[in-house]
């Protein structure tokens, strides 16, 4: 397995971003401050701390401000979860968050007790089986059902070449990528895979730039973009995409406030999709500072 998957793409996103202004990086910081509770939390868009948001918060501060004394109150707040998570995805927003704050330096209580995924292989999404396997990584143990969760991932293939399925019958952006992660990760990703899911996810991007979840909406997303290019990233494929295009549409997700909306339907913003609008846009700069060697 791929031991720096997670470190790996924390690094593309935050050397893409370096290179852009300072002032595009302060007004982003402070609208992700500005998210954070007096437990050291960050909150959604209803309600307060909660650990999936403050995964992402943290995600985006390690990328654009990891000096910020937010982290250290991020660390309180995760020293104060001391009961069992309740599904494969806290079990992740956990130990990720453990995995950022001791990167910055923070000394965080141990998780390895309380996240250990129990996930039905037999009937589990490629989401859910992905992030077990990464829960794992981050324990620093070998996934104990890994050849089973391959089998599994390998049902969901799509004759149109991602993988999942909708209610319409079709393969989905984000299961697609969650898929190739799981399979790059178990050392499973073939040649034909790339191909196949190049070619799907180019069927994916619209006029608009954005990729949509799937083929049976016509209005793209932010998160389908997002791990669009986390998976193109992954295959060597980012030129198979209009990356100009890409840029144009994150832009325009852009808020005042400094947050990203979701969608041109989307009116708040919130941490998680900031954090995939400044992914999407460090994965594009990465790629045309250190691959392209220039800029467009």
């Known amino acids: 397995m791929r031991a720096d998957y997670l470190a790996g793409l924390d690094g593309m996103i935050a050397s893409g971003l370096s290179g852009l202004g300072r002032a595009f990086r302060r007004a982003r910081a402070q609208y992700v401050r500005s998210r954070q509770a007096d437990d050291g939390g960050f909150c959604g868009r209803v309600g307060g701390s909660d650990i999936y948001y403050t995964d992402f918060a943290l995600r985006a501060l390690l990328a654009i401000d990891p000096d910020s004394d937010a982290l250290e109150r991020a660390a309180r707040y995760l020293e104060s979860l001391t009961g069992p998570p309740r599904n494969t995805v806290e079990c992740f927003s956990r130990l990720n968050s453990a995995r950022i704050l001791r990167a910055v330096g923070f000394e965080v209580p141990d998780q390895a007790s309380r996240c250990r995924p129990d996930i039905d292989i037999r ?3 490629t989401y859910d089986l992905f992030l077990a396997v990464l829960c794992y990584h981050m324990l620093g143990e070998p996934f104990p059902a890994a050849e089973q969760a391959v ?6 293939e799509n004759p149109q070449g991602g993988f999942g399925q909708t209610p319409e019958g079709g393969c989905q952006t984000s299961a697609t990528a969650a898929a190739v992660g799981l399979l790059a990760m178990t050392g499973e990703l073939t040649t034909r895979d790339a191909g196949r899911v190049s070619d799907f996810l180019r069927t994916m991007q ?5 990729f949509v979840a799937h083929a049976a909406i016509s209005e793209p997303d932010l998160l389908s973009t997002f791990t669009a290019l986390v998976t193109l990233s992954t295959l060597d494929g980012m030129d198979e995409a209009n990356l100009p295009a890409i840029g144009r549409f994150v832009r325009s997700m852009a808020a005042p406030d400094g947050g990203f909306h979701a969608s041109r339907y989307d009116t708040e913003t919130d941490v998680e999709y900031t954090y995939y609008g400044l992914g999407t846009t460090g994965l594009l700069n ?11």
Do not use: P
């Open 123 to 125: 009937h589990a999404g």
């Open 151 to 156: 089998r599994r991932v390998r049902s969901c």
């Open 206 to 210: 619209t006029a608009a730039g954005g």
């Open 286 to 296: 990465q790629f045309v500072m250190h691959v392209r060697g220039g800029a467009d």
